[in-house]
């Protein structure tokens, strides 16, 4: 079964500081990941995704996530946090064979970047 | 620009009233799918559609139903509504994939769903 888990609710980083935002996998075979963000009050934005290549895949707003199948992880990261970062941030898996095309969701990580 | 709408941005219903939740893209895509976020529960997948008069069904379908007769619009009905439907309601699609070029999905601003 597909399943991605996003193991903190929050996540607090002072601006201009590195910040990461977590999550594993545990779907068999080759994961098909993606991260989303959700602003206040809007719906979703696609951020990057991770099908095959490269384990470092760059995505918007200056974020990146590295996959490591080693660790089952992959991780949301950015070297330099604004205020305007902090959203909530979701992880999210492909589904294959009958369940091809969706998405299963982490129950996502409240990111605060304070000043 | 690409763009998923929804109908209402919030919505306050009475209990047992039949609801409509209007989703339209603009972007010929084949796929619409309808979620629901709660706090601490992420998206939870209701309903999907891979094509005009096609459906299956998510992780918590119970108490929901959906049409889709054009393939740019697709709608989501409650048929009697439940104080436990009060939620936020998100309508996303794609378009149709391979394993090479998934293409992501696309999300619209969401229905805040309020039953009294």
């Known amino acids: 079964a597909q399943s991605v888990a996003q193991p903190e609710d929050q996540v607090n980083v002072a601006e201009g500081n590195p910040l990461t935002v977590k999550c594993t996998y545990s779907v068999s075979g080759n994961p098909y990941l993606f991260w989303y963000v959700q602003y206040p009050n809007r719906g979703l934005q696609f951020l990057l995704k991770y099908i095959t290549g490269d384990n470092l895949v760059k995505g918007s707003y200056g974020f990146e996530a590295e996959f490591n199948k080693s660790q089952t992880s992959f991780h949301l990261k950015k070297p330099s946090a604004l205020v305007s970062d902090s959203a909530l941030y979701f992880c999210a898996d492909l589904g294959k064979g009958s369940t091809l095309g969706r998405l299963y969701f982490g129950r996502g990580t409240q990111l605060t970047v304070w000043p | 620009d690409v763009k998923v709408t929804q109908s209402s941005r919030y919505l306050v219903k009475r209990t047992g009233e039949k609801v409509f939740l209007e989703c339209v893209q603009d972007m010929d895509h084949e796929n619409m799918f309808w979620y629901r976020q709660d706090p601490g529960l992420g998206l939870r997948l209701i309903y999907f559609?891979?094509?005009?008069?096609?459906?299956e069904k998510g992780d918590i379908p119970e108490g929901y139903s959906v049409s889709r007769e054009k393939k740019e619009r697709f709608s989501l009905i409650l048929e009697s509504a439940s104080t436990n439907q009060t939620s936020m309601y998100l309508c996303?699609?794609?378009?149709?994939?391979?394993?090479?070029?998934?293409?992501?999905?696309?999300f619209g601003p969401g229905t805040r769903l309020t039953v009294l």
């Open positions: 996303a699609s794609s378009s149709t994939w391979d394993f090479s070029s998934y293409n992501e999905q696309f």
């Open positions: 559609s891979y094509d005009v008069k096609m459906k």
